[in-house]
Structures are given as structure tokens and as C-alpha cells.
């Protein structure tokens, strides 16, 4: 259980490459590392909201 999320910036790029991205392998190793930054796709969400990254 992780206990604070990554930095702000660094979650932009990772979300950036996986919408963004033309390698798929580019997209894949985004979506890992933005759900493995966070205990799950709804908390990932919420900060995506929170930080108006979405």
C-alpha cells in the first residue's frame, strides 16, 4: 500500500504517453506505472480529478 502519491508532474507525463503515445509498448509501460503508482483505478481517478489532469 503505497503511502503518497507520485509527484504531480510525473503523473501528467504518464498519462500523456498513454493517451498520446504511437509505440504501444510506450502505452503499456504508461498504464503500468500510473496503476502501480496508486492501490487502485478509482483512487488513480480522483487524483487525475484532483490535479485537473483529466
Not at 502519491?5 to 504517453?17: D, G, I, N, R
Not at 509505440?23 to 480529478?49: N, R, T, W, Y
Amino acid at each position: 500500500m503505497q503511502n503518497h502519491a507520485p509527484p504531480v508532474s510525473l503523473v501528467k507525463t504518464w498519462y500523456h504517453l498513454l493517451c498520446h503515445a504511437e509505440d504501444e509498448k510506450v502505452k503499456a509501460h504508461a498504464q503500468e506505472m500510473l496503476l502501480g503508482a496508486f492501490d487502485s483505478p478509482e483512487k488513480l481517478k480522483q487524483f487525475l480529478l484532483e490535479h485537473k489532469v483529466i
